[in-house]
């Protein structure tokens, strides 16, 4: 069992920047590939990023490639996305998620088994 929880979440101005954290409470995140998703009002919810298993690499949409940098520490058992140059379409509540792929990076929710609750990012123009 993993639980997760996001925070650093808030209102910034258009290409400011935010750093995301996502920390498991409980398991080893270590060990899990660990995907960043966002969810827009009255969208679905879509694919930001993977942070892989060390040496696998980094994967990101390309709606925020060059802007965004998923990182491990797994010291402290947490998973960041650093956010700059954001842009008003950035706004959406953004969502860890954690799971064991049968490759390097899925864009798939339904890879992912265990999700934290979700922050708010929100850029105003």
């Known amino acids: 069992q993993v639980q997760l929880v996001e925070s650093g979440g808030r209102l910034v101005q258009t290409g400011g920047s935010l750093r995301l954290s996502c920390t498991a409470s409980?398991?080893?995140?270590?060990?899990?590939?660990v995907g960043w998703f966002r969810q827009a009002p009255g969208k679905e919810r879509e694919f930001v990023a993977t942070?892989?298993?060390?040496?696998?690499?980094?994967y990101y949409a390309d709606s925020v490639k060059g802007r965004f940098t998923g990182s491990r520490d797994n010291a402290k058992n947490t998973v960041y996305l650093q956010m700059n140059s954001l842009k008003p379409e950035d706004t959406a509540v953004y969502y860890c998620a954690a799971g064991r792929l049968t490759g390097p990076s899925s864009n798939w929710n339904s890879d992912y088994r265990y999700w934290g609750q979700g922050t708010q990012v929100t850029v105003s123009s």
């Open positions: 942070i892989s298993w060390p040496g696998a690499g980094l």
């Open positions: 409980e398991g080893a995140l270590r060990t899990y590939i």
